[in-house]
């Protein structure tokens, strides 16, 4: 499972990249063994003068990578780059992760509709399949009426946009290899004000789509909260349904400001409901508002318990915890763990 959100940033750079005259190529990593420093479906580009956008590795393996795709880029013909990091001499240096990579390289054309369709889609930032078949056939992409829409060599694939979605987990299966786009998951931050700044800028930072709700727009704006989006109402004006889904930081500084984003958060099919403040305030909140929150996922404090003092710590330890609570990680620390990524 992919991101949207990098996605559109690869092709974007990569179509900016062939405006302006050069030839450009697609990196995908489609396939993972042991420990690497990505997962399947994170993306790079690079093009032909040598510039390169995003990462598959800590470095160790783009130089290499840019010869290939430089093949690809000047023959059209795309391939697969396998790299042992814990076998070959080349990689065992102590800089690589030690674990089995595999790599699809392929030259992107943006005057093919297929490139052009598929960068309309990932700009519209649904969820979507994609895939094709390894090294050199047929590439493929779901279309919202549930059809492939291909380019390559050969015929349709084997499987229908819904078995090819339930097939992603696997990786390469019978030389076809799968991926669900997924848009970022939304986050709202219920108040706008200074410390709320750190956690809206890192939370984007970590893929994340911000909203600050407040209707205070003297501070709720983009001079404020470059980047992000900005819903200018009071919560109590908010319909649950616009925001279902959503992690949510309460954070107004104002208690009942926060009860009425308490109550538009937990009527709106949260999953993740984070309040700042000491935990005998939100049990306040509770019994005042009547909020039912055993089967909330309400977590107060929010935040991981690293010590955090100042507000930008704050916001390190609150999008800490998102960023756990989204990949369904229990935010433990990483030591004598084999494998970083699950």
Not at 40 to 65: I, T
Not at 218 to 239: C, I, T, Y
Not at 293 to 318: F, K, M
Request: hydrophobic share 40%.
């Amino acid at each position: 499972m992919s991101s949207t959100r990098e996605a559109r940033i690869m092709l974007e750079t990569a179509e900016q990249w062939h405006q302006q005259g050069q030839k450009v190529a697609l990196l995908t990593l489609v396939g993972v063994k042991g420990s690497a420093y990505r997962r399947p479906g994170a993306k790079m580009v690079m093009a032909l003068n040598g510039r390169m956008h995003g990462a598959l590795s800590g470095g160790c393996l783009e130089g290499d990578l840019f010869i290939y795709a430089e093949q690809a880029m000047n023959t059209g013909v795309p391939t697969v780059r396998d790299y042992d990091l814990a076998e070959d001499e080349m990689w065992s240096l102590g800089i690589g992760c030690k674990g089995h990579v595999e790599i699809w390289v392929e030259p992107v054309d943006f005057t093919e509709s297929f490139w052009q369709e598929l960068l309309e889609k990932v700009r519209r930032e649904e969820a979507f399949s994609w895939g094709g078949q390894l090294p050199q056939g047929q590439r493929y992409f779901a279309t919202n009426a549930g059809e492939w829409r291909t380019r390559g060599h050969g015929g349709m694939p084997p499987f229908t946009p819904l078995e090819a979605e339930a097939l992603a987990s696997a990786g390469v299966k019978d030389g076809y290899w799968w991926d669900v786009m997924r848009p970022p998951q939304r986050l709202i931050v219920a108040g706008a004000g200074h410390d709320a700044r750190p956690v809206a800028s890192l939370a984007r930072q970590a893929g994340f789509d911000v909203v600050v709700l407040d209707a205070r727009d003297h501070v709720n704006n983009e001079e404020q909260f470059p980047g992000v989006r900005h819903l200018v109402r009071d919560a109590s004006e908010v319909d649950p349904e616009e925001l279902s889904k959503s992690f949510w930081v309460i954070m107004n500084h104002h208690q009942r400001r926060d009860e009425e984003a308490m109550m538009v958060a937990a009527h709106s099919a949260p999953r993740f409901i984070g309040m700042l403040g000491p935990l005998s305030r939100t049990r306040d909140m509770i019994a005042k508002t009547g909020v039912a929150v055993s089967q909330l996922p309400l977590y107060s404090p929010v935040g991981l318990d690293i010590g955090a003092e100042n507000p930008d710590e704050i916001a390190i330890s609150i999008v800490s915890q998102l960023m756990a609570a989204r990949n369904e990680s229990l935010g433990g620390p990483l030591d004598g763990k084999e494998r970083i990524h699950r």
